[in-house]
Structures are given as structure tokens and as C-alpha cells.
């Protein structure tokens, strides 16, 4: 039997196809950066999943002159994030998996982008995270979305097959162990899709297509006809800021 891909190949196969997908993702990016300019500016950042450049050419524009280390595990959305922005020579772009990331000392910021959620051990990984960074801030969707979606499964008699996400009561009680809140709040990005055919292309076009495990496929023609008008796909989203000490 043929494996499925995992969740770095999944992103590296979309990596020519995201921009003109990613629709959402880049209005969460802007959303996130908006409420980055409420805080001193740093002395150098990491960005997390920085897929190809949404956040970072933000960033780069803002802070040309601050040291940016922009880490993504799909080796073709790191060459295209490199490649977009390679006027600004503080950007430094690396392939690598930030579940383990390990900094030789602390830095100022600490910045992701709709990234944590697919993270097997997101808590775990946002304890480390604080113990490098003095503030961490991030975007993450929230377990509530896709609610059409899943209605439709479960009218259906069949599984959603969508990767798992927080949910909001854990993540705000890990958050408030990192640190002190400097933000927190949740909104509604709603993307409308023809029909349920469209919603998986999509998915597939960016790269979220990864399932959980053991799930067994749907009948997408059942999907179709559960959902005669389309899909509103509804990303329920996370926005956080914890100042969080590190020295």
C-alpha cells in the first residue's frame, strides 16, 4: 500500500500552487502583522512556517535592517520565500523543523503564521518556543472551524478527515503559563467555494490536505450532494502575543 505524504511534502508539492490559493492565509498574515506593530520594535526575529513570504516580506519591509531568520520544512516554499525577497540581505532562510527548535540564545520575536496546528505536540512545542523567544506571537485555527464541512460528513453517516486543531480553552491555558498576555482574540475568515469538489482542491492547493490518522476516505459524491450550495469554509483563527521573559 502506498503511504500517504506527510505534511512536509504535502506543503513542498503546493509550494507552486499556494499564492494563488492561499487566499485566507494571506489575510492572517496581515491580521497578525497589523497587531506586531503595537509592540517595541525588535532587535531580531524568527518566523516559523514561513511557507513563501506572506509574513516575511511584511517583516522585510518594516525591518529591513533587523536580522530575520525565516524557517519553513518544505525546501521549495523556503526557495521561493528566498527568491521573492533576496533585495533584503538581513533575511536569512533555512529549511528545518521548528518542533525542535533550538536557538543558541534568545532572540526578540519569536513569529508564526497559521503553522502551530500542524504540530503533533503544539503545547510542547509552545513551551519551547517561549524559552527562546522574550515575545512569542502566532496565528493558529481553532477547533469550531469548518463547521459545513463536518456537518455535511456527519449528515452523511462519514468522517472529516480534517487534520485536528486546538481548542481554545487549551490553548489559552497554555499560553497563560508562557508568560503575559499582550494580546489575545479570535475572528472569522470565511471563504466561499462552489461546491465540495472545489473546498479539497483548495486544500490540495496549499498544502492542508493532510488527514488524521487513520482515516478512510470520504465519498465526495455524497459530500456534493449534502452541500447544493457550495461551502463556506469557515477558519476560525487565533491571534496571540505572550511576552514571555526569556532571558
Not at 175 to 192: D, K, N, P, V, W
Not at 226 to 231: C, D, F, S
Request: charged share 20%.
Amino acid at each position: 500500500m502506498k503511504q500517504p505524504a506527510s505534511i512536509a511534502q504535502r506543503f513542498d508539492d503546493a509550494a507552486l500552487t499556494y499564492d494563488q490559493a492561499a487566499i485566507v492565509q494571506l489575510r492572517v498574515a496581515e491580521k497578525l502583522f497589523a497587531l506586531l506593530q503595537e509592540l517595541p520594535p525588535p532587535q531580531h526575529i524568527i518566523e516559523v512556517g514561513c511557507g513563501t513570504g506572506f509574513l516575511t516580506q511584511s517583516l522585510c519591509k518594516q525591518f529591513p535592517d533587523v536580522p530575520l531568520l525565516a524557517l519553513d520544512i518544505a525546501p521549495t516554499m523556503i526557495a521561493l520565500c528566498q527568491n521573492r525577497l533576496q533585495k533584503y540581505p538581513n533575511l536569512h532562510c533555512k529549511v528545518e523543523d521548528a518542533q525542535t527548535l533550538q536557538l543558541p540564545s534568545a532572540v526578540d520575536w519569536l513569529v508564526s503564521s497559521l503553522s502551530l496546528q500542524w504540530f503533533d505536540q503544539w503545547p510542547d512545542c509552545l513551551q519551547r518556543w517561549a524559552q527562546q523567544a522574550r515575545t512569542i506571537a502566532f496565528s493558529v485555527p481553532l477547533e469550531g472551524s469548518f463547521s459545513q464541512w463536518r456537518d455535511a460528513h456527519q449528515r452523511t453517516g462519514q468522517r472529516d478527515g480534517l487534520h485536528p486543531l486546538p481548542d481554545e480553552a487549551t490553548l489559552q491555558k497554555c499560553c497563560a503559563s508562557l508568560g503575559t498576555f499582550r494580546h489575545f482574540s479570535i475572528a472569522t475568515e470565511t471563504l466561499h467555494h462552489l461546491n465540495a469538489l472545489d473546498f479539497a482542491r483548495t486544500l490540495r492547493a496549499i498544502g492542508a490536505s493532510q488527514p488524521h490518522r487513520q482515516h478512510s476516505p470520504a465519498s465526495l459524491r455524497r459530500i456534493l450532494r449534502a452541500l447544493p450550495n457550495g461551502v463556506d469554509a469557515e477558519y476560525r483563527i487565533a491571534y496571540v502575543i505572550v511576552e514571555t521573559g526569556a532571558a
